[in-house]
């Protein structure tokens, strides 16, 4: 079952507003500046649609989210917004778009935070590295993804530790293991021919990557 924090759009909202404070808006912003208008857009992981609502809503983008959450997918749906519940590393054919953006969403993908179930193919098929893969293909112009460097779920304190894994459970696992800065640079360094740049989000909580996508025009 997921996490209380991912029962109610309007909490979860309320959430990334206190965990980011002032940075809030200029996280959203920093994301918005890098997708032109009148593109498409497809972002996994969508949550409950704030970077739609707020920043993407009325530049005439063509907007598609993906999330595991039911109750995140109908919020996006009420915004107006085309919406999709999926697995993401369940499915091989992403939506394809100029854009394909994923924002905090990476460690959910990576080892140690995922249970096994019966629709796993392998270990590889839901890997982070395979996602990314995915995106690329799916992407016609560019692969965007911001990913904390900066968690809780990696504070010293154990009990800490043990709350900001469970809370983050989205409903397939607790969640135990996030990058750091170190990590994730590493983890973008076998995607370096696509990399085109990366730099940290005001207040230094996330970290974006811009890739260019492989997808055919
Ligand atoms: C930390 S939230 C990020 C939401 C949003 N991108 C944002 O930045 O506010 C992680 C999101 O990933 C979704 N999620 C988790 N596992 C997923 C999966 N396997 N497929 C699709 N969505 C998933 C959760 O439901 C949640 O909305």
């Known amino acids: 079952m997921s996490s209380v924090i991912y029962r109610s759009p309007a909490l979860y909202e309320l959430l990334m507003r206190v965990l980011y404070a002032t940075h809030y808006r200029s996280r959203l912003r920093a994301i918005s500046e890098l997708i032109e208008d009148d593109c498409e857009v497809v972002d996994l992981c969508c949550g409950p649609g704030a970077l739609y609502r707020l920043e993407l809503r009325g530049r005439g983008i063509d907007y598609t989210g993906l999330d595991i959450n039911p109750r995140f997918v109908a919020r996006l749906q009420e915004l107006g917004a085309n ?35 019966s629709s796993a193919s392998d270990e590889g098929e839901r890997s982070a590295r395979l996602l990314v893969e995915r995106m690329l293909e799916a992407a016609r112009s560019r692969v965007i993804i ?15 530790r043990r709350v900001a894994s469970r809370l983050t459970n989205p409903g397939t696992a607790d ?11 590493g983890f973008f360094d076998s995607f370096e021919g696509s990399l085109e740049r990366c730099f940290a989000i005001p207040g230094g909580r996330e970290k974006v990557y811009v890739l260019r996508g492989r997808g055919q025009a």
């Open 175 to 185: 969640q135990p293991v996030r990058f750091d800065e170190q990590s994730l640079d």
């Open 83 to 117: 919406s999709i519940q999926a697995d993401v590393a369940a499915r091989s054919d992403l939506p394809k778009g100029d854009y394909l953006i994923m924002l905090s969403s990476l460690y959910q993908f990576l080892p140690g935070n995922r249970e096994e179930d």
């Open 146 to 160: 911001a990913e904390p460097i900066r968690n809780f779920a990696q504070s010293r304190n154990p009990v800490l």
